[in-house]
């Protein structure tokens, strides 16, 4: 049976309970994380919780915890659980209020909350154990603080179900300009006349941890071009590869976007060569 942490206490994950006045639950007032493990060992913490104070501070919220005792926790949970390969949820809400009113309260404790979940593990390299994705494209619609990593999904959710309806399994937005925003779960890379191009961050987009690792391990180990800037519709359906990013994913290639292929419909050798990098060095990121 899954173990849970809720309010400094690990129980089994279905005896956890959570007050329905807990703001996460009637707002979506809190954040959250998800941190990859493999084998018992945690990817990037140090990355994720950067992540997780810069959304704590985006809606004014202290969860009272230092990075040392959060990654204790995520560490002992870990523990408390199967072996396995796992992602690690952690949520941290604004905690339960006597009245349902917009404004923050003066009162409150936040509600921290985390458990784990089974995720595959990653590709090779090799376009044989590649998770290979389909897509459509949509104009964004999600709210304007995409930086924040927000409980508040459910712009994202409406549009992964445009996806789902549609035969695909994810969705890569757009933004008015046609300029590529997102995915509905994850960044988005895209591989034109051998150079590797990703939206530059702002409001739009979340900085995602794996997103961070793919352009270090680039940076510092491959002789590939990077460009991070503005990334056009046209550029994308016309790319040589296209991959999403995503710390439960690290990097799966899309092979077909509105029911036609990208290039040869197989995944690309650039992708195999970010594959490979972070099978090597997954764990060099602190």
């Known amino acids: 049976m899954s173990v849970a942490y809720l309010n400094g206490q690990y129980m089994p994950l279905s005896e956890a309970r959570i007050s329905p006045m807990d703001r996460g639950f009637l707002f979506g007032d809190g954040v959250y994380e998800v941190i990859p493990s493999y084998g018992g060992q945690l990817v990037a913490t140090g990355y994720h919780l950067e992540r997780l104070k810069q959304s704590l501070e985006g809606i ?149 941890v794996t997103r961070r690792q793919c352009l270090e391990f680039l940076e510092k180990y491959a002789d590939t071009p990077v460009f991070v800037g503005p990334i056009s519709k046209a550029t994308v359906l016309g790319a040589d590869e296209v991959w999403l990013s995503s710390s439960t994913k690290e990097l799966a290639p899309i092979t077909h976007i509105d029911g036609r292929p990208v290039a040869d419909g197989r995944p690309g050798p650039v992708w195999s060569l970010a594959q490979t990098l972070f099978n090597q060095h997954r764990f060099d990121s602190p």
């Open 60 to 208: 004014q919220l202290t969860c009272g915890h230092t990075d040392e005792a959060l990654t204790a926790l995520l560490e002992r949970l870990l523990s408390e659980n199967d072996p396995g390969n796992f992602g690690v949820y952690l949520q941290i809400t604004r905690g339960v209020s006597e009245k349902r009113q917009h404004a923050f309260p003066t009162e409150c404790q936040p509600t921290i909350f985390a458990f784990v979940f089974p995720i595959e593990q990653p590709s090779d390299g090799s376009p044989a154990t590649a998770n290979c994705y389909s897509a459509v494209t949509q104009r964004d619609q999600r709210w304007g603080r995409c930086h924040i990593k927000s409980t508040a999904l459910l712009g994202n959710v409406l549009h992964m179900m445009e996806a789902v309806d549609q035969g695909a399994k994810e969705v890569l937005l757009f933004n008015e300009r046609d300029e590529l925003t997102e995915a509905a779960a994850c960044n988005v890379f895209v591989v034109s006349n051998g150079v590797v191009m990703t939206p530059e961050l702002d409001h739009q987009k979340l900085p995602g």
